[in-house]
Antibody
């Protein structure tokens, strides 16, 4: 069964840092582009970042560029999101998602991990 | 930056057809797709590549895509279809979501 399991969320003060992890299983992780998507409380979905299967191509939303870094370790079937200079508006549930092979669509999502930025 | 627009809410009676639209400049060229999300759950892909359904998605879900508008069509809507629906497009390296449409079945 294909599964994604996020971890690493929590309460952090403004200006702080956090690293989210996403453990993948049930598929050939290195073959797939992966994404992070977040959802602030009571609001809609917002794409955060994408990374290619080999990790050599990344992309970021304007709202996080320069503060967040996406990475992956294909030997560990793990996806990461390093978040620095956190702001209150970064408070959200963060989902990792796998892309459909050869496509632009996210066919498997994790259950999410909650990040709260507050003093 | 690229944007797509959805109506905030759509209401439909059980058994009727629900149409949820998503509009954006040349959206048809931006690989639009649809997700639904029920309260407390993760999003689920329901339609991609104009009118394809992932495994496990009922046949009552279909899609159309023409020019600047993509439409999610739910035929014979059931109470279990009540959810938030999001369209998503891809523009160069950027992923864009619509604001979401709350589908109410009443």
């Amino acid at each position: 069964e294909v599964q994604l399991l996020e971890s690493g969320g929590g309460l952090v003060q403004p200006g702080g840092s956090l690293r989210l992890s996403c453990a993948a299983s049930g598929f050939t992780f290195a073959s797939y582009t992966m994404r992070w998507v977040r959802q602030p409380p009571g609001k809609g979905l917002e794409w955060v970042s994408s990374i290619s299967g080999r990790g050599d191509t990344t992309a970021y939303a304007d709202s996080v560029r320069g503060r967040f870094t996406i990475s992956r370790d294909n030997s560990k079937n793990a996806l990461y999101l390093h978040m620095n200079s956190l702001r209150a508006e970064d408070t959200a549930v963060y989902y990792c998602a796998k892309l459909l092979m050869g496509g632009y669509y996210m066919d498997v999502w994790g259950k999410g991990t909650t990040v709260t930025v507050s003093s | 930056s690229y944007e797509v627009t959805q109506p905030p809410s759509v209401s439909v009676s059980p058994g009727q057809t629900a149409n949820i639209t998503c509009s954006g400049d040349k959206l048809g060229d931006k690989y639009p797709c649809w997700y639904h999300q029920k309260p407390g759950q993760s999003p689920v892909l329901v339609i991609y590549q104009d009118n394809k359904r992932p495994s496990g998605i009922p046949e009552r879900f279909s899609g159309s895509n023409s020019g600047n508008t993509a439409t999610l069509i739910i035929s014979g809507t059931q109470a279990m279809d009540e959810a938030d629906y999001y369209c998503q497009a891809w523009d160069s390296t950027t992923v864009v979501f619509g604001g979401g449409t709350k589908l109410t079945v009443l």
